[in-house]
């Protein structure tokens, strides 16, 4: 499974974009850029998935250069409750799907 | 409530005793997930089931943790001879894929937290 680099954490004020960016070098052909959302105490939340180029829904947009050797997930006008751990994950969406968490990134939403 | 749900929430113990945690996944979900996840750390993979075969055990911690989904439905994990290192959140996961499909969407529930002491 490629492996993938976040910062450890950023802080962000309350009403902004939050950026949050991921690299993953190694990633192959046939895997895709995957973004959870942690709690505290609770499990992790699935965002939002995609391969290449821009997508969005609700909750967020994920960005993916040509290259696919990075990610930027997006978080528009956070609030506090955004505050928690957000994990990039790389991966092909066949076989056993087991997920392979890094540390993820502690993204702290400031009043 | 349609979730992922465990039980139970919170389970502490006493060293060399064997615990056993319980996973009621989404009802039409055919996919079932152990991983553990430590502090500072994000969750880790142990196992997982399609219907009731488990098909991938490798990543279970050692020969004391052994996990079950006898009809498809809910799963256990137990912890047999507990250590003070099996202190962690133990997470359940659950999706559905079609057949001959791939997916990579999991919803996971809240947790089961061990302390062992």
């Known amino acids: 499974l490629a492996k993938t680099t976040q910062p450890i954490s950023m802080d962000s004020y309350e009403g902004q974009e939050v950026n949050i960016t991921c690299s993953h070098n190694?990633?192959?052909?046939?895997?895709?850029i995957t973004w959870y959302q942690q709690f505290p105490s609770q499990g992790p939340r699935f965002i939002i998935q995609?391969?290449?180029t821009k997508v969005t829904n609700e909750v967020a947009s994920l960005f993916i250069p040509a290259d696919r050797k990075s990610s930027t997930l997006s978080l528009p006008r956070v609030s506090l409750s955004d505050t928690a751990v957000y994990y990039c994950?790389?991966?092909?969406?066949?076989?056993?799907?087991?997920?392979?968490f890094g540390k993820g990134n502690q993204v702290v939403v400031i009043p | 409530d349609t979730g992922v749900s465990q039980d139970p929430r919170h389970k502490i113990t006493k060293r060399g005793q064997n615990v056993t945690f319980r996973c009621d996944p989404i009802?039409?979900?055919?996919?079932l997930y152990w991983y553990r996840q430590t502090l500072g750390q994000g969750p880790e993979f142990l196992t997982y089931?399609?219907?009731?075969?488990?098909?991938?055990k490798s990543r279970l911690l050692s020969d004391r943790f052994s996990a079950e989904r006898p009809k498809g439905s809910f799963s256990t994990l137990e912890i047999q001879r507990t250590e003070q290192g099996d202190s962690a959140m133990y997470l359940c996961?659950?999706?559905?894929?079609?057949?001959?499909?791939?997916?990579?969407?999991?919803?996971f529930g809240p947790g089961t937290r061990l302390t062992v002491t």
């Open positions: 089931f399609q219907n009731e075969a488990q098909l991938e």
């Open positions: 190694n990633i192959a052909t046939n895997d895709y």
């Open positions: 996961a659950s999706s559905l894929v079609p057949p001959g499909q791939g997916g990579y969407e999991q919803y």
């Open positions: 009802s039409e979900h055919n996919r």
């Open positions: 995609g391969y290449k």
């Open positions: 994950l790389v991966g092909d969406r066949s076989g056993n799907n087991r997920l392979a």
